[in-house]
């Protein structure tokens, strides 16, 4: 980014995968360091999965809180599709930064058969390769997991977010210690410098196809094991809806509860489409 001038980050993802407190925590280090900030954003569908974002512009003197098409100096992608509806905003130059894992919607999964087709974009990173040549792809959803927690990952993103901006590490390390519940203050701090340090491939390499990813999901494990944390579900049946084998039913406290394990044919809907990150197929 440039040194003077108002500088552009958008945020964006689905519902559940914590874009709001990610911006918080990026305006938090932008006010610490003297900055005028202003924000703008949009959650309402957060709930049922849908689409998150928030414009976050800081400088000497911000006069708008929204970015216009063409002048966002970074994308941050909390999902792929997300980064390909966004990408028209990043300006020549600039750098859109994308979790690999994706969130498909229930919309594009209207036949839940196992390996029936999607209406889920394709080739995403190639076309983002095509609008801008920083690319930065990874899963960062992986490194939580890592870590002990998946709820993490936009904290890992911000990671990643810092080596592109000017910002020192301790700004980061103190504004997420400030805007974190306190007894996960360690947990995202660590989660932050995983992605900080976070490889990404070049843009000359291939990655796996999606046809394969999605093959080893469902066929190099044996036993399926569906797990539900129960305190994250906040009881909005997606998961119920989607699996096509009704392994999953909803108890009498609205929350998911497995009932038919064996049953699972790893699909992984009720992962990818989970807005709350709650569901997971090991």
């Known amino acids: 980014m440039e040194p003077n001038g108002t500088q552009n980050v958008l945020i964006v993802g689905v519902g559940g995968q914590g874009v709001i407190l990610a911006s918080d925590i990026l305006g938090v280090v932008c006010m610490n360091r003297g ?3 202003k924000k703008s954003e949009v959650h309402g569908m957060a709930k049922r999965g849908g689409v998150v974002y928030s414009h976050v512009r800081y400088g000497a003197q911000v006069l708008s809180p929204t970015i216009e098409p063409g002048t966002s100096d970074v994308l941050l992608a909390f999902e792929p599709a997300e980064a390909l509806r966004w990408s028209k905003y990043v300006k020549p130059g600039g750098t859109i930064i994308v979790n690999s894992r994706k969130r498909i919607p229930p919309a594009a999964c209207q036949d839940r058969r196992m390996d029936a087709p999607t209406r889920y974009p394709q080739g995403i990173e190639q076309a983002l390769r095509g609008q801008v040549g920083d690319v930065r792809q990874f899963d960062a959803e992986e490194l939580a997991v890592e870590i002990g927690d998946h709820r993490m990952c936009n904290t890992v993103l911000l990671g990643a977010l810092s080596s592109v901006c000017e910002f020192e590490l301790q700004d980061w390390l103190g504004a997420i210690a400030a805007s974190v519940k306190p007894k996960t203050v360690e947990r995202n701090q660590k989660a932050f410098l995983a992605g900080r340090n976070a490889q990404f491939a070049a843009m000359r390499d291939s990655l796996p196809s999606e046809k394969c990813e999605m093959s080893r999901s469902v ?3 044996d036993a ?3 797990a539900i944390h129960d305190s994250w579900c906040k009881g909005c049946e997606i998961c119920v809806v989607v699996c096509p084998q009704a392994c999953l039913k909803m108890n009498e406290r609205n929350r998911a509860e497995v009932v ?4 699972c044919i790893r699909c992984m809907l009720c992962e990818w ?6 569901v997971r197929v090991q």
Do not use: H, R, S
């Not at 038919?260 to 049953?263: D, F, N």
């Not at 489409?273 to 709650?278: E, R, V």
């Open 35 to 37: 900055y005028q900030v």
């Open 219 to 221: 066929t190099c494990l």
């Open 224 to 226: 399926p094991e569906i």
């Open 260 to 263: 038919k394990a064996e049953a």
């Open 273 to 278: 489409m989970c807005p709350d990150l709650a």
